[in-house]
């Protein structure tokens, strides 16, 4: 999720990369670097933390003349955002400088066979781990994308690498496993970038890096292997967007852009954190006799993080009958709560600075409460002041209605959970099995996605709603409060969730003819009783639309309108998957009247620093 940016050509390398990271700058970013040559033997490096303007400074006015430069916008992930964590990195000898996004996951392994042999690191990150096996291959004396071809193959995980060297300062090599990297085709001249944008103040024409590949960009040309040193076929694309689309990655909104981001993220989230032998490996968690000792759980956190937080108390009880509850966090700190010296408070927040979150984290520290954050954004407050912190890793997100920090959320709770099962060794826990669903969420969240056509022709006929019911059952009667809370943020149409046996009791009496009801029945144990209330609803004229999983077909002729999502064996997997259509049609709503502001819908803000 990081910006890469590299230029060779004869404009001045340093003021075009500069220029290409700015226009990344929507991405988010906490540190940024740049490496060049200026015609001098060694590789310099100007690295700062926080906004790009820092190393604007740090480069001065008088920027110096250089035909060769990669640059990096960090968003940090391994090693807080410090000026040594940022990118690039030099390999031990100082010969090449590497920029990188994506994660290595054995780059511990990596590191301490390094540290052994005497190798010494200056950061705390994976990126300088691969700068130095890169490094390592290289002094052997092949050429630069022979070392990289071969370094690829010590490492696992999702990355993209651009990366120079001194010996060689006329060309550039650039890899690619996961993470984007699209080459940009000049005249007498060739750049690379993690996103388009950077790309189109310099040229339309490019080439999209395919994955397991390795590029050699000179000033003449790019040349393409697999990783056997192969020649591949360069296919060129020509692009025709706006800038301001192309920033957007072609989406409209930031919102739908990373609504489609969440394939990705689900492999973000799980990078490094599941191991060969099927093991949930999470780092720096507390140690095994805490986990032991933990008598209750209390989560702790507001909008949408909260609702992440119901599905980690389902998920808690049901699957390790650990006592869970989950607060407001500005209800917390004022209900002077019960909290027993063996709990553990778990703070979740994507921006990491919600004040309520915070205050409420402070309240506990105080009490002496062991803390643990699951926070998306590196180095903020809550990420810092926790005792642990697992990172969501879901990369910056932009629009205020969040939905990938949700999705990774809920990742990471199912992580932990299994986590403490395996811990626990808690015999009626199927760690295994459920880790074979977690390996295979991504491709469902790529499927679930294709219901969108299906949801936006259904949205256009609720733009005029003037009220929204959300209702399931067990895991769906959670998953239904964020769909109605995304529902009502962009659109501005008020909703009534509970859980569905609930209705009877109160909500029913605002059914009216035409009124639009949106059904959680992804948990087949209590789709019999749903299914009661689907027509106690339509016997008072209402509209059902049911989100089930696509191996039930019982609600198919009683529901008004019905989509799918990929089925798993984890119904709190199944849960979190309806979580793409409810977001597709708040989206869509929202667009039919209008979709003026649906990144930023009014009087609301993505970080919320005022209690
Ligand atoms: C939801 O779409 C909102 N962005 C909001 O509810 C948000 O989840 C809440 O303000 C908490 O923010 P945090 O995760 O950054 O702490």
């Given at each position: 999720m990081c910006g890469i940016a590299g230029y060779v050509g004869p404009r001045n390398a340093i003021e075009v990369?500069?220029?290409?990271?700015?226009?990344?700058?929507?991405?988010g970013y906490d540190s940024a670097g740049i490496a060049f040559l200026n015609g001098a033997a060694t590789i310099k490096i100007v690295k700062k933390a926080g906004k790009l303007t820092e190393l604007g400074k740090a480069l001065g006015d008088d920027v110096p003349d250089a035909h060769i430069a990669?640059?990096?916008?960090?968003?940090a992930t391994h090693g807080g955002p410090t000026d040594e964590n940022a990118h690039p990195h030099f390999d031990q000898f100082e010969d090449i400088a590497l920029i990188h996004n994506g994660i290595i996951e054995n780059y511990a392994?990596?590191?301490?066979?390094?540290?052994?042999?005497?190798?010494?690191?200056?950061?705390?990150?994976?990126?300088?781990?691969?700068?130095h096996v890169i490094g390592q291959e290289y002094a052997a004396g092949m050429p630069l994308e022979e070392a990289v071809r071969r370094a690829i193959r010590k490492?696992?995980?999702?990355?993209?690498?651009?990366?120079?060297?001194?010996?060689?300062?006329?060309?550039?090599?650039?890899?690619?496993?996961?993470?984007?990297?699209?080459?940009?085709?000049?005249?007498?001249e060739n750049m690379v970038a993690s996103d388009v944008p950077a790309l189109l103040p310099y040229t339309r024409e490019v080439v999209y890096l395919e994955d397991d590949r390795v590029a050699t960009i000179t000033t003449d040309g790019v040349t393409i292997t697999d990783l056997d040193g192969k020649?591949?076929?360069?296919?060129?694309?020509?692009?025709?967007?706006?800038?301001?689309?192309?920033?957007k990655g072609g989406y409209e909104h930031f919102m739908l852009k990373e609504i489609h981001e969440q394939p990705e993220v689900v492999r973000m989230c799980l990078a490094g954190r599941i191991d060969e032998a099927g093991k949930v490996r999470l780092e720096q968690v507390f140690s095994d006799q805490v986990w032991h000792g933990i008598d209750r759980v209390n989560i702790i956190a507001c909008g949408t993080a909260y609702h992440a937080g119901l599905m980690g108390k389902y998920l808690f009880e049901k699957m390790l009958r650990l006592p869970t509850d989950v607060f407001f966090s500005s209800e917390f700190r004022y209900?002077?709560?019960?909290?027993?010296?063996?709990?553990?408070?778990?703070?979740?927040?994507?921006?990491?600075?919600?004040?309520?979150?915070?205050?409420?984290?402070?309240?506990?520290?105080?009490?002496?409460?062991?803390?643990l954050g699951i926070v998306n954004v590196v180095g903020s407050a809550i990420a810092r002041e926790c005792d642990r912190t697992i990172f969501t890793q879901a990369g910056p997100e932009i629009s205020v209605a969040s939905t990938k920090a949700y999705t990774a959320q809920c990742i990471v709770l199912e992580l932990l959970a299994l986590y403490i099962a395996q811990v626990k060794e808690m015999p009626g826990v199927r760690v295994d099995e459920n880790v074979l669903e977690l390996r295979n969420l991504a491709p469902k969240f790529e499927q679930v996605l294709l219901v969108e056509d299906q949801v936006r022709e259904l949205a256009v006929k609720f733009q005029d709603a003037k009220l929204a019911f959300f209702l399931g059952r067990n895991a769906d009667a959670h998953a239904i409060r964020e769909a109605a809370l995304k529902f009502k943020e962009i659109t501005y149409i008020p909703t009534e969730e509970c859980p569905a046996g609930e209705m009877k009791h109160g909500p029913l009496a605002l059914v009216e003819k035409g009124t639009l009801a949106v059904f959680g029945a992804t948990s087949s144990d209590v789709r019999e009783k749903l299914a009661s209330n689907v027509r106690e609803i339509q016997a008072r004229g209402g509209f059902a639309w049911v989100v089930t999983t696509d191996d039930d077909n019982s609600l198919d002729a009683i529901a008004?309108?019905?989509?799918?999502?990929?089925?798993?064996?984890d119904p709190y997997?199944?849960?979190?998957?309806?979580?793409?259509?409810?977001?597709?049609?708040?989206?869509?709503?929202?667009?039919?009247?209008?979709?003026?502001?649906?990144?930023q819908p009014r009087n609301l803000a993505k970080s919320v620093t005022v209690e």
């Amino acid at each position: 999720m990081c910006g890469i940016a590299g230029y060779v050509g004869p404009r001045n390398a340093i003021e075009v990369v500069y220029d290409q990271l700015k226009r990344l700058e929507y991405r988010g970013y906490d540190s940024a670097g740049i490496a060049f040559l200026n015609g001098a033997a060694t590789i310099k490096i100007v690295k700062k933390a926080g906004k790009l303007t820092e190393l604007g400074k740090a480069l001065g006015d008088d920027v110096p003349d250089a035909h060769i430069a990669i640059a990096h916008s960090r968003w940090a992930t391994h090693g807080g955002p410090t000026d040594e964590n940022a990118h690039p990195h030099f390999d031990q000898f100082e010969d090449i400088a590497l920029i990188h996004n994506g994660i290595i996951e054995n780059y511990a392994e990596l590191k301490a066979d390094m540290v052994r042999e005497g190798a010494t690191f200056h950061s705390e990150t994976d990126t300088e781990v691969a700068a130095h096996v890169i490094g390592q291959e290289y002094a052997a004396g092949m050429p630069l994308e022979e070392a990289v071809r071969r370094a690829i193959r010590k490492m696992r995980g999702a990355f993209a690498f651009v990366v120079f060297s001194k010996k060689e300062p006329k060309k550039f090599v650039a890899a690619r496993n996961f993470s984007p990297l699209i080459i940009g085709l000049g005249d007498g001249e060739n750049m690379v970038a993690s996103d388009v944008p950077a790309l189109l103040p310099y040229t339309r024409e490019v080439v999209y890096l395919e994955d397991d590949r390795v590029a050699t960009i000179t000033t003449d040309g790019v040349t393409i292997t697999d990783l056997d040193g192969k020649a591949v076929v360069v296919v060129q694309h020509h692009i025709d967007w706006d800038i301001a689309a192309a920033e957007k990655g072609g989406y409209e909104h930031f919102m739908l852009k990373e609504i489609h981001e969440q394939p990705e993220v689900v492999r973000m989230c799980l990078a490094g954190r599941i191991d060969e032998a099927g093991k949930v490996r999470l780092e720096q968690v507390f140690s095994d006799q805490v986990w032991h000792g933990i008598d209750r759980v209390n989560i702790i956190a507001c909008g949408t993080a909260y609702h992440a937080g119901l599905m980690g108390k389902y998920l808690f009880e049901k699957m390790l009958r650990l006592p869970t509850d989950v607060f407001f966090s500005s209800e917390f700190r004022y209900s002077d709560p019960l909290l027993s010296p063996d709990s553990l408070a778990v703070f979740i927040s994507q921006s990491g600075e919600t004040i309520d979150s915070l205050a409420a984290l402070r309240l506990c520290k105080q009490r002496r409460i062991r803390t643990l954050g699951i926070v998306n954004v590196v180095g903020s407050a809550i990420a810092r002041e926790c005792d642990r912190t697992i990172f969501t890793q879901a990369g910056p997100e932009i629009s205020v209605a969040s939905t990938k920090a949700y999705t990774a959320q809920c990742i990471v709770l199912e992580l932990l959970a299994l986590y403490i099962a395996q811990v626990k060794e808690m015999p009626g826990v199927r760690v295994d099995e459920n880790v074979l669903e977690l390996r295979n969420l991504a491709p469902k969240f790529e499927q679930v996605l294709l219901v969108e056509d299906q949801v936006r022709e259904l949205a256009v006929k609720f733009q005029d709603a003037k009220l929204a019911f959300f209702l399931g059952r067990n895991a769906d009667a959670h998953a239904i409060r964020e769909a109605a809370l995304k529902f009502k943020e962009i659109t501005y149409i008020p909703t009534e969730e509970c859980p569905a046996g609930e209705m009877k009791h109160g909500p029913l009496a605002l059914v009216e003819k035409g009124t639009l009801a949106v059904f959680g029945a992804t948990s087949s144990d209590v789709r019999e009783k749903l299914a009661s209330n689907v027509r106690e609803i339509q016997a008072r004229g209402g509209f059902a639309w049911v989100v089930t999983t696509d191996d039930d077909n019982s609600l198919d002729a009683i529901a008004d309108a019905i989509t799918k999502v990929p089925t798993t064996s984890d119904p709190y997997l199944n849960a979190l998957l309806s979580a793409i259509p409810y977001q597709l049609f708040a989206y869509y709503v929202a667009m039919a009247k209008g979709g003026e502001e649906i990144d930023q819908p009014r009087n609301l803000a993505k970080s919320v620093t005022v209690e």
